[in-house]
């Protein structure tokens, strides 16, 4: 092999580095609350949540309700971070979702019928979640 001889001093030269600038630059304008209209949202949703606070009659049951779906929530989001790591099981569970999509559209949303039957079982569902309101 031959070797490639190097005559002269060897220098570095630098490039000049590119600068960069903006092609387009957008007028910014900030318009910052001032503090007064904060604090009546504030105060205004405060007193709302105080007022339906006061008109629970069991409030233990509702901070149970409410640490018992914080903790489904946490447990929900694990169970599916777990699944999520197993291979084929994600794209699986999308092709069940979109088989389960075709079939509700298919089932309830197509024909006018069945749009009709959907809307009454929502509102039954909807009367025995809520309870039924007497009309005088």
């Known amino acids: 092999m031959a070797q490639a001889v190097i005559s002269g001093p060897l220098n570095r030269v ?3 580095r590119p600068t960069s600038r903006p092609a ?3 007028a ?3 318009i910052r609350p001032t503090a007064n209209d904060a604090n009546v949202d504030v105060d205004k ?3 709302d949540l105080q007022a339906k606070w006061d008109k629970v009659d069991n ?3 509702v ?3 409410g640490v018992g779906a914080l903790v489904l929530l946490w447990l929900s989001s694990t169970i599916v971070g777990a699944l999520n790591s197993v291979p084929l099981v994600p794209r699986l569970l999308e092709l069940v979702g979109l088989g ?3 079939w509700f559209t298919y089932r309830y949303l197509l024909f006018k019928s069945s749009r009709e039957e959907l809307l009454d079982d929502i509102e039954s569902l909807k009367s025995k979640i809520a309870g039924e309101i007497e009309s005088k």
Do not use: E, I, W
């Open 24 to 26: 387009l630059v957008r």
């Open 100 to 102: 389960y999509t075709g």
């Open 14 to 16: 630098s490039a000049p």
């Open 28 to 30: 910014q304008k900030n």
């Open 59 to 61: 409030k233990t049951s």
């Open 63 to 65: 901070v149970v309700y």
């Open 45 to 47: 949703y405060v007193k």
